[in-house]
């Protein structure tokens, strides 16, 4: 079974007060089976109004999307999202907040609690899996967040910047953590940010999208070598890719030189 999504030339429309809004123009792209590629923009580009629309959370306009060559009209099954906030139930425990991904599908509860305490092991929050959210610091509850997406083993994985409110050390750890998770299932990821260097150290490729109406203007390859240690952000190469994405924006007119 082939992971691939598949969009063409997709465009997405909103209705308001002061009349019709585009948010999408034209959006075409690939993104090949175990790949990681990152939507990287700015805010108001229309990256998390794609992402949304290859969820089946919301729907094109225009164009088509196409996940292992089916039309999405709805959440496509095999498919884990991380939203910008981590929406964890406040009433249930850590434990009971992962293992949600099950009872949304309707699976058996009991089947999945060994594979929730396992992911929680691993995200180090194994010692707060009966703890409330509340009692957790905004990057715990980002990893459990993370668990509750990869418990029922998804061949895909959207992340709609997922990082973004977390300090920097926080972000370089949960960084490090879902590349080793992306290579050890080779899932498809579609992983939204407006961080240059995030983008780069993460993904096997970048689409880089304009101001509104967005749409993608380049598509860059990351030829580093995987795994990739947070030291690369250090060497020739990494810098070579940031400033040519860099420089990329710069004609755009997204940032000043």
């Known amino acids: ?41 700015p805010s108001g580009c229309g990256k998390s109004t794609l992402l949304r629309c290859i969820a089946g959370l919301d729907h094109a306009s225009e164009g088509s999307i196409r996940v292992r060559g089916a039309d999405v009209a709805s959440p496509p099954e095999g498919l884990g999202m991380v939203f910008q906030r981590d929406v964890l139930l406040d009433w249930r425990t850590i434990r009971d907040n992962v293992l949600l991904a099950a009872e949304f599908q309707g699976l058996a509860r009991g089947r999945y609690v060994d594979r929730a305490q396992a992911l929680l092991e691993r995200f180090g929050l194994g010692a707060f899996a009966d703890r409330r959210p509340w009692e957790l610091s905004g990057g715990m509850r980002q990893r459990a967040a993370i668990c509750r997406a990869l418990l029922c083993e998804p061949e895909i994985l959207l992340m709609d910047e997922p990082f973004g409110a977390l300090d920097a050390m926080t972000r370089d750890d949960l960084n490090v953590e879902l590349a080793r998770i992306q290579q050890d299932g080779r899932r498809t990821v579609v992983f939204v940010t407006h961080s240059i260097a995030e983008a780069v150290y993460l993904a096997d490729r970048v689409a880089v999208m304009s101001t509104g109406p967005g749409r993608i203007v380049e598509v860059f390859d990351v030829d580093l070598p995987r795994p990739r240690p947070l030291s690369i952000r250090e060497t020739p190469p990494f810098a070579r890719h940031v400033g040519a994405i860099r420089g990329l924006f710069s004609r755009l007119g997204i940032v000043r030189e």
């Open 1 to 41: 079974m082939t992971s691939g999504i598949s969009i063409r030339n997709v465009g997405k429309t909103y209705a308001s007060a002061r009349g019709p809004v585009t948010a999408l123009t034209g959006v075409d792209i690939d993104v090949r089976e175990g790949e990681f590629l990152a939507l990287l923009g």
